[in-house]
């Protein structure tokens, strides 16, 4: 029974999500509150808390306030975030003063961060990051031993949480700060697998060229990488060079180096098949994250009959993080459109939305791919244009 007031939050809630041809249960889900919740708030019988409505913006990718019934611009929450997560990043080693909670609290923090930033949840992530970043930074400071190491290791981590946010909002000066002291942080951990792992994100600075010249800086930065890891003897060390090896795989792919691309996939399946699937230090790593990056790295050799038998084949599970899951669709959509299969192109792209909205909102690929698709698509027009304009393609 739909809400009686049309005009009401719940109605323009219920409104956002059947425009996105999603469930209610998938919208539960996405925002990470029960069933009952969103049944409740469609109906007008529950008013939800700010943190519950940002999470079901964020789920649909509208700003909070538009469902209130504003007009701002879907991104303004995170643009409003980055001056003081900018301040927190040029105070990293001078955190104003404030409380520490224990190493079970700050774990669990932490654990919280990754898990959203794995689901692509920007804005919840913009908005405490400046805190985070300032508590771990006191906490290396004041604790000691083993204690300050692993506090070391939450701050690379929430260093990390930190770029994924820059990154994807074009702040490329602020993503490179964010990755050094990531490092730092790493170093401060005396974990050389957390320096492997700064080096695979390190090399979101050389993806964003285009340049052939700086895709081989970053290639011989991974190799770097590859050849300082410890020898893979256990699980966390095959996953974090196995890792290495599958982002320089799809590195080589976009250079249309094919040789070096099939080295590095035989070496990152050989190191998937002895883990199993999961997130190993903030990047899932494991079998079906190689046959997600395999599939990207025939989308990077224009190998467009290859990428579609391998979806024929096979799907991402739910277990992996809604990141990878939408790359995945983004990079079928890619092949598909090549193959003039521009409806199925643009199911995949509706597909990946669903999954992980803000991550496609700001994904360039999808950009040229909707931008070709509505030069070419007669069938559902209005449909594609509606979402061309909504990912900023036209």
């Known amino acids: 029974m739909p809400p009686r007031d049309p005009n009401s939050l719940g109605s323009r809630i219920a409104a956002a999500r059947k425009a996105r041809r999603m469930k209610q249960t998938e919208l539960a889900a996405l925002a990470c509150v029960s069933i009952d919740a969103i049944k409740s708030i469609e109906l007008g019988r529950r008013e939800p808390s700010d943190d519950v409505l940002?999470?079901?913006?964020?789920?649909?990718?509208?700003?909070?306030?538009?469902?209130?019934?504003?007009?701002?611009?879907?991104?303004?929450?995170?643009?409003?975030?980055?001056?003081?997560?900018?301040?927190?990043?040029?105070?990293?080693?001078?955190?104003p003063d404030g409380p520490v909670r224990d190493l079970s609290a700050l774990r669990r923090s932490t654990a919280e961060l990754e898990g959203w930033r794995l689901a692509s949840r920007y804005t919840s992530l913009a908005k405490v990051l400046p805190n985070r970043l300032a508590e771990l930074t006191r906490a290396v400071e004041q604790f000691a031993g083993a204690d300050r190491i692993e506090a070391a290791r939450l701050l690379a981590s929430v260093y990390r949480s930190a770029d994924a946010v820059v990154y994807k909002y074009t702040y490329r000066d602020?993503?490179?700060?964010?990755?050094?002291?990531?490092?730092?942080?790493?170093a401060q951990a005396e974990d050389p697998i957390l320096d492997a792992t700064a080096s695979y994100v390190r090399m979101e600075t050389f993806f964003s060229s285009r340049q052939v010249e700086a895709l081989g800086t970053g290639l011989r930065m991974l190799q770097g990488a590859i050849d300082r890891?410890?020898?893979?003897?256990?699980?966390?060390?095959?996953?974090?060079?196995?890792?290495?090896?599958?982002?320089?795989?799809?590195?080589?792919?976009?250079?249309?180096?094919?040789?070096?691309?099939?080295?590095?996939?035989?070496?990152?399946?050989?190191?998937?098949?002895?883990?199993?699937?999961?997130?190993?230090?903030?990047?899932?790593?494991?079998?079906?994250?190689?046959?997600?990056?395999?599939?990207?790295?025939?989308?990077?050799?224009?190998?467009g009959a290859a990428v579609l038998t391998a979806a024929r084949?096979?799907?991402?599970?739910?277990?992996?993080?809604?990141?990878?899951?939408?790359?995945?669709?983004?990079?079928?959509?890619?092949?598909?459109?090549?193959?003039?299969?521009?409806?199925?192109?643009?199911?995949?792209?509706?597909?990946?939305?669903?999954?992980?909205?803000?991550?496609?909102?700001?994904?360039?690929?999808?950009?040229?791919?909707?931008?070709?698709?509505?030069?070419?698509?007669?069938?559902?027009?209005?449909?594609?244009?509606?979402?061309?304009?909504?990912?900023?393609?036209?």
């Open 174 to 186: 602020l993503s490179a700060r964010t990755v050094e002291l990531m490092r730092w942080a790493a």
């Open 229 to 303: 890891a410890p020898a893979p003897d256990d699980t966390a060390t095959r996953a974090a060079v196995g890792a290495l090896h599958m982002r320089a795989a799809v590195v080589a792919g976009r250079m249309r180096d094919g040789a070096a691309a099939e080295t590095h996939l035989a070496d990152a399946k050989a190191l998937a098949a002895t883990v199993r699937e999961g997130v190993y230090l903030g990047t899932a790593f494991g079998p079906s994250s190689f046959r997600v990056h395999q599939v990207s790295v025939a989308v990077e050799l224009n190998d």
């Open 313 to 394: 084949k096979w799907k991402p599970p739910l277990e992996l993080p809604a990141e990878r899951r939408s790359h995945y669709y983004i990079d079928v959509a890619r092949a598909q459109l090549w193959q003039n299969l521009g409806d199925d192109a643009f199911e995949s792209l509706r597909v990946a939305r669903r999954i992980a909205p803000q991550h496609v909102h700001e994904h360039p690929q999808v950009r040229e791919t909707l931008r070709s698709l509505v030069r070419s698509q007669r069938s559902d027009r209005e449909t594609l244009l509606g979402f061309a304009e909504w990912a900023g393609a036209i």
């Open 54 to 95: 940002d999470a079901v913006a964020e789920a649909l990718d509208v700003d909070a306030a538009r469902l209130r019934g504003s007009t701002r611009h879907s991104d303004s929450r995170i643009h409003a975030a980055i001056p003081a997560l900018r301040a927190a990043v040029d105070a990293y080693d001078l955190p």
